[in-house]
């Protein structure tokens, strides 16, 4: 299977891998040969890339990186704890905070084991496609990606379990913000910003006096949109002044904004996403938290096309543990001729590099 553009496959090409929506109902199958309406439809929803099979690249599998119940277990439960908090008078808020605190904490104790377990880097792309609510499965893969980083930074378990919580917790804020404005798709105004860029402070305002929670994670909502060098948002505060936690929220939420599907813009890939954080390495993000998170994560996901710096080409097969940038890659080109493809271990041969990406779709 293969990784490609979705706007550039064409009428017929096979399915490698099955379409879910953030509900975990499938909405095309594995093995369907797409029509034009169904790659249509698919755009118009905002997917941008697609596993396509073929026969050069049958032997490379895509490996379920993530056990999908309890992905969708996680993300309902975030769902139903938001929605409650949307509908439910002030007073009462802090109530249904309270009551979630424990499903949350059991949640991302289950993470944190799968994590700890899978031992592979951690590839969500793809993972879930679509969504109607896009901010409850962002909730959730910046909780994920805030838990790889507290990981590789080597996090004590209390301490990543309370990371974890502000990590599903830290756009709660935005319950409060008018529905039109929240799913708006496209750009805002001045004005509909000002009532968005509200929500850090709202979200700490809501978290900060339910006692089963430490104070900590209310911080995190409250910074997770600061900057180190004081551009950030609510407070422009700066570097020290910035938990570390508000940082690695800030990372973990900057690169699954620009990498997650939407209907009014392309996702960026992972490596693309990646080229952001290291732009604002050392000034608005911290430099060690930038290198933790290309650590634990997956920057070629297994099926994208890559270029080498010695003119070959081939397809992601494996992923090498911690070193993101040198996976193992399946040979089929050199200097644009085909050759008779073979296994190349980019950690055996680290004169060669990955110079970038190609998602055409070619037959
Ligand atoms: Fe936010």
Redesign the pocket.
């Known amino acids: 299977m293969r990784l490609v553009s979705t706007a550039t496959v064409e009428p017929g090409a096979i399915l490698a891998k099955t379409i879910y929506n953030d509900k975990g109902q499938v909405l095309l199958s594995d093995g369907v040969a797409l029509n034009e309406r169904m790659l249509k439809r698919l755009l118009e929803m905002g997917i941008a890339y697609v596993y396509i099979k073929d026969a050069k690249t049958e032997d490379i599998q895509y490996k379920e990186a993530f056990p999908r119940e309890l992905k969708v277990k996680a993300i309902k439960s975030i769902e139903s704890t938001f929605h409650q908090i949307q509908v439910d008078a002030t007073l009462s808020r802090s109530f249904v905070v309270e009551r979630a605190s424990q499903n949350f904490t059991d949640i991302i104790r289950q993470l944190h084991e799968e994590i700890k377990n899978n031992g592979d880097l951690l590839s969500i792309l793809s993972d879930v496609f679509t969504y109607d609510d896009y901010i409850f499965t962002h909730s959730f893969n910046v909780t994920l990606y805030s838990l790889a980083i507290g990981m590789e930074l080597g996090l004590p378990q209390k301490e990543i379990e309370t990371l974890g919580l502000g990590a599903i917790m830290?756009?709660v804020?935005?319950m409060k913000i008018p529905t039109d404005i929240l799913l708006k798709p496209g750009r805002l105004t001045d004005e509909e910003f000002q009532i968005v860029k509200q929500?850090?402070e709202d979200g700490f305002r809501l978290l900060k006096d339910v006692h089963t929670i430490s104070l900590l994670v209310a911080h995190c909502a409250y910074q997770?949109?600061e900057r180190i060098n004081g551009s950030g948002y609510p407070r422009g505060i700066k570097g020290n002044e910035i938990h570390r936690f508000g940082k690695i929220i800030a990372v973990a939420?900057v690169f699954d904004a620009v990498t997650s599907n939407r209907v009014y813009r392309k996702a960026m890939l992972p490596h693309d996403g990646l080229e952001i954080l290291f732009a604002g390495s050392g000034t608005l993000f911290e430099e060690e938290i930038v290198n933790a998170f290309r650590k634990a994560v997956a920057i070629y996901p297994v099926g994208i096309t890559v270029e080498l710096s010695d003119g070959r080409k081939g397809i992601v097969s494996e992923q090498n543990s911690g070193k993101s940038d040198r996976p193992k890659v399946k040979i089929l080109e050199k200097d644009g001729l085909n050759v008779t493809p073979y296994e190349l271990d980019l950690m055996k041969e680290l004169s060669v590099v990955i110079t970038g990406c190609d998602t055409t779709f070619s037959k």
């Open positions: 830290h756009d804020g935005k929500h850090p997770h949109h939420d």
